[in-house]
Structure formats: structure tokens, C-alpha cells
């Protein structure tokens, strides 16, 4: 079991004893590894290497099931997901949001998705990542104190009162080239955010191709409803670009999120999808 102790501000002593329990029932040898941010990704190889499980639990957010995924993209073992991030995108995506008790029993079991993993500046992604307003929005979240559901939504405040001017985008993708000026690029391989808005209706998680997402017009009412989940995006505002590889350069440093997590500014992103990488359970 893999347990990040911070994010979401959620105490993952629960998770921990029911997944033990669990394992106890399954007649599984339980062992945990909780994620301190230094060198968690080669530990957690050590670890496989050294007792070749039959599953990794994750109980965290989309940054933690990146990481399991990412240590484990040479090995053929099964991810079974416990939610415990402060949106739990891929987790709404997957439709894992239910009790603890009922996502142990899909996460120990056989049922699983082979998932597409995006490789964007040799970062990978399960999910969703953007250049603009979002990570920004992420950036500040980072760095306050408060976490959980309260502190995004104070960061949510915090970065629309900074909202930044619009950058301007080059895009190489599908043999074509785009201009465009925007607040926001989304690199989606899935449909939602963890507030269950639609930001790619295209989006499939296991179909080879990525979509970049182009919101042109996304003034500051739009982004705190698309942030909070009460709104389906205007199609009239919106470009969608659906590839398996492309190039994003812009005029500015912008910043630059990957599944929930802050990777500082960029000012040109290399993109491209490696085929059903990651095996998920499901229901």
C-alpha cells in the first residue's frame, strides 16, 4: 500500500487499518509505504522488486496515483485506488467515489483498465494537465497552509483577484499549426476535473490519443464556475485538438500543472501518449 500522509489534508489512519484488515481477509502479506517527497518513486521500486505484490492500493490524489504509476511502468501489477486527494480527478473519472468499504472491494479485485499515460516534457500524466489560470490556481494551493476543500476554495479567490493577462500559444499538432491567445491549454487524457465539470467531452482514458483543450474567452466568473462544478463549458469558446503528439510553445513563461501538482513555469511543452501504461481497477 502506497499512502500519501498529505494531500488532501486527510488523515489516512482509516484507509491504512481497513486495507490491513482487508488484506488480513485475503490471506495477503500487507505492506505499507507512506510518500515523504524524497525519492519516493525509486523507494516504492525497491520495494516491488523486493516483494513482488499481487497489488498496489493507492490512497491518495491524482499526484500520488501518478507516482505509483510512474514507478511501476515497467511492471504488469494492478493499481487499486482509494480517493484521498483534495479533488480526486482520475478517482470521478473512473467512478471510484464511494466508501472506503466498497472501493477495497474494487481495488483488491480483478476488473481493471489499461490506462494511456501522456509524457509531456518527460513528465508523465494519467489525467489532466494545463499550462495557465488552473496551475496557477494549483501554485497557490501548494504553498498555503491551509489544505483540503477550504484552502482551494480560498485559493480559488486568491487566484482569480491575480488573474493574469492572456499568453500567446503556437501549437504544432496533427501536421497543422495554431495561433491562438488563451487563459488556459488543457492536455487531457480524461473528460473531468475532480469537480465533475466536462473539460474534454472527447476524452477517452484507454484510446491512444490526448486532446488539447483551448479556452479562448475564460473570464473570471467562467473559471470559478468551471473550478467549482457548476458549469458545462460554451463549446463557442472552446477549441479542441485531438492527437497523439504535439508541441505548445508560448510567448511567456506560463505556468504548468501535471495531475494536481505545480511543475513551475514553461514557455514550450513537448507532448506525446504512450499506449495502455498504467492497469487500474474499476468496477
Request: glycine share 8%; charged share 20%; aromatic share 6%.
Amino acid at each position: 500500500m502506497i499512502s500519501n500522509p498529505v494531500s488532501g489534508g486527510i488523515d489516512k489512519s482509516e484507509f491504512i487499518e481497513a486495507t490491513a484488515l482487508f488484506a488480513a481477509k485475503e490471506n495477503l502479506n500487507f505492506i505499507l509505504y507512506e510518500t515523504s517527497g524524497t525519492n519516493d518513486i525509486l523507494k516504492i521500486q525497491e520495494l516491488y522488486a523486493a516483494f513482488k505484490p499481487e497489488r498496489i492500493i493507492v490512497a491518495g490524489g491524482d499526484g500520488t496515483i501518478k507516482m505509483a504509476s510512474e514507478a511501476m511502468e515497467e511492471e504488469d501489477v494492478i493499481l487499486g485506488i482509494l480517493p484521498a486527494g483534495s479533488a480526486n480527478g482520475l478517482a470521478v473519472e473512473l467512478n471510484l467515489i464511494k466508501t472506503l468499504d466498497e472501493n477495497l472491494i474494487i481495488a483488491f479485485h480483478n476488473n481493471f483498465m489499461e490506462v494511456d499515460m501522456v509524457v509531456i516534457n518527460g513528465k508523465r500524466s494519467l489525467h489532466l494537465s494545463d499550462i495557465g489560470l488552473n496551475a496557477e490556481l494549483i501554485k497557490n494551493y501548494e504553498n498555503s497552509a491551509i489544505h483540503g476543500r477550504w484552502g482551494y476554495a480560498l485559493q480559488v479567490f486568491n487566484t482569480l483577484i491575480g488573474k493574469e493577462e492572456l499568453f500567446e500559444a503556437i501549437i504544432s499538432a496533427n501536421n497543422a499549426v495554431i495561433e491562438c491567445e488563451a487563459h488556459m491549454i488543457v492536455i487531457a487524457n480524461a473528460q473531468k476535473y475532480g469537480t465533475g465539470v466536462v473539460i474534454n467531452p472527447h476524452g477517452v482514458l484507454d484510446d491512444g490519443k490526448f486532446e488539447l483543450i483551448i479556452l479562448k474567452n475564460l473570464d473570471l466568473m467562467v473559471f470559478g464556475k468551471i473550478v467549482s462544478g457548476n458549469m458545462p463549458l460554451d463549446p463557442k469558446e472552446v477549441l479542441i485538438i485531438s492527437t497523439d503528439k504535439a508541441t505548445i510553445k508560448t510567448n511567456i513563461p506560463v505556468s504548468f500543472q501535471i495531475d494536481g501538482e505545480f511543475c513551475g513555469a514553461e514557455t514550450e511543452l513537448n507532448i506525446e501518449i504512450l499506449s495502455k501504461k498504467t492497469k487500474i481497477a474499476i468496477p
